[in-house]
Nanobody, 121 residues
Framework: QVQLVESGGGLVQAGGSLRLSCAAS????????MHWYRQTPKKERELVAF???????TYADSVKGRFTVSRDNAKNTVYLQMNNLKPEDTGVYYCYAQLRRVGVVVWQAYWGQGTQVTVSA
């Protein structure tokens, strides 16, 4: 069994910061890309940022310059440092990982359960 568990969400005032973590656990052989998505009541789930196995990164235009995605391969963990938060950043943040389990040759997709981020004006 593989699990992704997010943490670090909470309530913060506009202009504040939060750091989200997503730890993958289980019989993991290798992790390829790791993504952060967010879901708001008004929008479909949107891609916020992702980081590839070579540590290259991509960001949504709405978060460029404010959010930073990073990973710790030794801990199978991806982070999202969110600075200068805005009320429109409010939503449930989900992590996603494409990985291979031990003894399995194909890449498989896994999602975390989500963590709530609320930014007050």
């Amino acid at each position: 069994q593989v699990q992704l568990v997010e943490s670090g969400g909470g309530l913060v005032q506009a202009g504040g910061s939060l750091r989200l973590s997503c730890a993958a656990s289980g019989s993991i052989a290798s992790i390829n890309v790791m993504h952060w998505y967010r879901q708001t009541p008004k929008k479909e789930r949107e891609l916020v940022a992702f980081i590839r196995s070579d540590d290259s990164t991509t960001y949504a235009d709405s978060v460029k310059g404010r959010f930073t995605v990073s990973r710790d391969n030794a801990k199978n963990t991806v982070y999202l440092q969110m600075n200068n938060l805005k009320p429109e950043d409010t939503g449930v943040y989900y992590c996603y990982a494409q990985l291979r389990r031990v003894g399995v040759v194909v890449w498989q997709a896994y999602w975390g359960q989500g963590t709530q981020v609320t930014v007050s004006a």
